[in-house]
């Protein structure tokens, strides 16, 4: 017996009902059966911190349920009555899951596209006797194109006379005044842009008129100045480069784009030749804003890396000077160097000696420097050796810790750890089961050590109350 068939007989009710709770998430559990590589046998990495991997399978299945519940509230149940029966449905269910997971349909827009979904699917039901293709083989793109011819005629003509009307045109770029809801449905259809959801239409009309932008009659761009939404076919916003050639035939655009600045300063990267005092101005307000300017000055760029050297990432082919800025500002920043030689390295050090973390096979001389700046330095060292390891604790005990996590599993010398407790007597506490001579180093050094060994030997124990009396009240009651 099918899973369907299964389904049916469990659910005992008529062929025409319509999907409940328990049978969409039997679905699920259908699709990820399916679909097991894709959706759960990913990395290992992606299920750690979970507290099985039966919660972590959960976790994933979650917001499947919540997309099933959509697409039969807002397209399953609005299919023409008649055109599919229970079965059917049952199948499209799974089918339009699938979507999700090959991308065809967007998991965030099921709500706003459901409209379109809808339309297609009654375009195809209509009409599959003379369509004679099987819908579950196929993606939801290749169904609308199986379609088109079904559509009604009256739309394609308004379209064609809206196309035939420009507001701007210059060179290849077309630009379109849009305020009407069936026109952004559209536009829209075969793109990323939720405007071809008849909700998403109207919340963005109501904002002001949207402006779409053709090149060589394909679409571009989508623009809108009162949302500050400047998107390419794919949904992301426009390269600088892409909007230079729209500003280029339509220079007003640049004007709508210097007022929405207040709101966005990421919309600075569309303005070229930006007066240098305003950059200035702007980076003594937020050095973080140097990332939208387009063509900075010398000065500007010194500025931007003395202020937030991380900025350097956002300079093309930085030159050594500037490198050296940034890396004087915060050694860290070499990860943004490429290849930094060792004289990079070591005024990155120098500067953050936690900055190792960002290279690659440090030289000794390089470790050595780190470690004794900061011996928590060698936590960012692989496989340190005997000599790098005393070095890090006799520059900071409690670097211990970094060292016995580093080693995974092995215990440094008893010489590194009696080093450490020298440096400082609470790195004891990091040390599992330490030996009868590292305890009564640390109890040596400092008696209080005492109070953070577990089950000390009792001739530490002897030993620390000799050196301080006190230290028997961290002694439990017994006899040595």
Known sequence: MSIIELVLKEARVDKWALLEQQQMDNMVHQLFAKYKKELILKSPDDFKGKATFSDYVKELKKPYFEYAKKFNDDVIKKIKSGLVDFKTEKLLLVWLLEQIINKKIHKDRISEDAKIITETLDLYFENRKEISKNIFDATYDKVKTWIVKWKPKGEEAKHKEFLSQPDVEGGEYKVYKVTEVDQCIKIGKGTSWCIQGESWAKKYLAKGPLWLVTKNDKRYALLQFESNSYMDVNDNRLKPEEMFG???????????????????????????????????????????????????????????????????????????????????????????????????????????????????????????????????????????????????????????????????????????????????????????????????????????????????????????????????????????
Not at 269 to 297: A, C, H, I, Q
């Open 246 to 480: 729209i500003i280029d035939v339509w220079p007003k655009l640049e004007e709508h784009l210097k007022q929405g600045i207040e709101k966005d300063i990421s919309l600075m990267k569309y303005l070229r030749n930006v007066d240098e005092k305003v950059m200035l101005e702007l980076l003594g307000k937020n050095p973080e804003t140097f990332e939208y300017f387009n063509k900075p000055s010398d000065k500007v760029i010194r500025k931007a890396l003395e202020l937030d050297g991380s900025n350097i990432k956002h300079v093309s082919k930085p030159s050594r000077e500037y490198q050296e800025i940034a890396l004087k500002q915060d050694g860290d920043h070499i990860q943004h160097i490429d290849n930094p030689d060792e004289d990079f390295q070591e005024k990155a050090i120098n500067s953050n000696p936690l900055a190792i973390k960002h290279l690659k096979n440090p030289t000794q001389k390089i470790q050595n420097l780190a470690i004794d700046k900061d011996g928590d330095a060698i936590e960012h060292i692989r496989n340190p050796s005997e000599e790098t390891q005393l070095r890090a604790v006799k520059s900071n005990g409690l670097s211990i810790r970094h060292i016995i996590e580093n080693l995974k599993g092995k215990m440094p010398s008893d010489d590194i750890q009696i080093a450490a407790v020298k440096q400082n007597w609470k790195a004891i506490k990091y040390i599992p089961n330490p030996s009868v001579k590292v305890q009564m180093a640390a109890v040596e050094h400092k008696w209080l050590a005492l109070s953070l060994i577990h089950d000390a030997d009792p001739s530490v124990v002897k030993r620390a109350i000799e050196i301080n009396p006190k230290a028997e009240e961290f002694v439990e009651h017994k006899s040595f």
